[in-house]
């Protein structure tokens, strides 16, 4: 597995690959691996001849009291982690690299921007839609590869993509969970033991909305308190949001029809995690 | 010539000559063409082995108020003048292929577009870097080829495509002027006569400010001076703005070092008019 620093290294080795008329598949990642990760690179080697995998803990995707110094990071594990599952290279710029003096320039998707995640984390789109941009460009690859799990994300940079003619395919696969079903996440490893045990009712939280579909329910706000009742019983759990939406819009809906997203935010201390569930109704 | 009036079929177009290997030049244009544009055309045509002319007069770069629903058309004109100069395709896409329903991404430079026509024109250079962004993602050309006469937007333009990454050469060809000195624009056909030869003062008064230069003059205050008072005197000139920045960055400057634009927008009735000259100091 090649380790690319720069942009310059990077470009020549997909140069390499395409010059032997290889596709290429792109994980833009911020490291620190786990299974969910994991399932990107695979399902990247099955339909990519070459994959590349960025590494970039990206400083514009932070807002000012975020977690940006605090994001766990361990390069030599990742490294180990992702040439294990046949990654071909490992995009891993710096901050310099990617955003050097005088750099000025956003993409910028609103609309579905502004609700959930976009709503809590200002500006917190418009850093990840610039980082992709520019892996995109850097990388040209044919397919790019995201997690359900970030199902705001998704949905932000498969709208940039068409808005944008970029050009390839954007390919979003399931959230990976643990055993209890807490969805996997690099913040996972923030929570304490109490915190870690608690954490389990956004999943089952889900499940519950998902089973009253199931059964028949269709009026948003019933399902949502079904939802926020769980959460907000449960000991060291404090909401930013639950939001039942319409897929890919991200509009309110009274009564639930067609393809539908519930999305929720909740803090257990100082940690923020999201988890979703999209059920066709 | 081709015309192609989708993405898929300029797509198309350019997905054949890349298996040619041929290198690709665009030339991205509003249409109505002049000796200005055909002089991007042809230096595209010695530097690319394909060309391809855009035209399209993109809505989202045009204010409120301003001349979008005028600006001048002539499309089959257009066309006999690009395939004269050998141009190999010209895509000319709808507003709606351009920017479907729920269009909703955007490309935005900030800090040097705050400047000049970006002060006069909120909104403008938003428009032009997202269009521009599509283009290029469209045609994935190897160089893209402007006009200096538009210099900020030329300066824009180069600064996006840096800082994403885009990967392809910007080519800012010199202003093609009318023998008289004006500056060649489709908007000059708005001109009446008198308002045509009192236009004249624009470029005028900036080879005044390049030989007060020669001639030892470095204070930006009497040079600026120097040029509002050749135009302000001049019957039925409005001025927009007349100012000299350095370059590419467009700080002002107290006393003239480096390399630096004389920029200026003035008003013959309803016709507003931009020209430049960028001086070595």
Redesign the interface.
Known sequence: MQICRT?QEI?TFVAKRRTGGQTVGLVPTMGYFHQGHLSLMQEAKKSCQSVVVSLFVNPLQFGPKEDFAQYPRDFDRDCAMAEAVGVDAIFVPSDREMYPE???????????TGKLCGQSRPGHFRGV??VV??LF??V?PDKAFFGQKDAQQAMVIQ??AA?????LEIIILPTVREEDGLAMSSRNVYLDQTQRQNATVLYRSLCTFRDAIDHGERNTESLRRLITDMIATTPGADIDYVEILSVP?LEPLVLLQGKVIAALAVRFGKTRLIDNIIVEV
Chains 1, 2 share one sequence.
């Open positions: 942009i470009r005088g750099f000025c320039t956003h993409v910028e998707v609103t609309g579905i839609t610039t941009s520019k460009n850097i040209t709208r940039m808005d944008l003619n970029m050009g819009n």
